[in-house]
């Protein structure tokens, strides 16, 4: 097996690293936008009701404890789930110089035509 022959293959799997691991980083994106979409939806204003005022009051006020607890729950997963994005990110980016480097061997190891 030549140089061009084993650079080939070398790319060939420098190519499928970088795939699964963009596809871990696509994961890992689609989580974290889902938590943060969910946040978001902590955050809407309640509509308005024909409750009296009081009633009204009571129920924002329950609502705003259940959201403060929800939201709690979300920043932990969210936390776990940021570093997870990040740590897939560096993990695609290196993949992503790999295949470049190895590319750019391949392309000085090609026969010039002349």
Do not use: C
């Amino acid at each position: 097996m030549n140089d061009r022959e084993k650079l080939a293959q070398l790319r060939l799997v420098s190519q499928l690293m970088l795939d699964v691991r963009l596809l871990k980083l696509e994961q890992a994106s689609q989580a974290r936008q889902e938590s943060l979409d969910h946040l978001a939806d902590l955050n809407r204003p309640a509509p308005p009701t024909d409750l009296n005022p009081i009633t009204a009051a009571e129920v924002a006020m329950r609502y705003q404890q259940w959201a403060d607890q929800r939201r709690a729950a979300i920043n932990l997963l969210l936390a776990r789930q940021t570093s997870v994005w990040s740590e897939a990110r560096k993990d695609a980016a290196e993949a992503f110089g790999r295949n470049t480097v190895i590319g750019k061997l391949q392309d000085k190891r090609k026969p010039s035509i002349e």
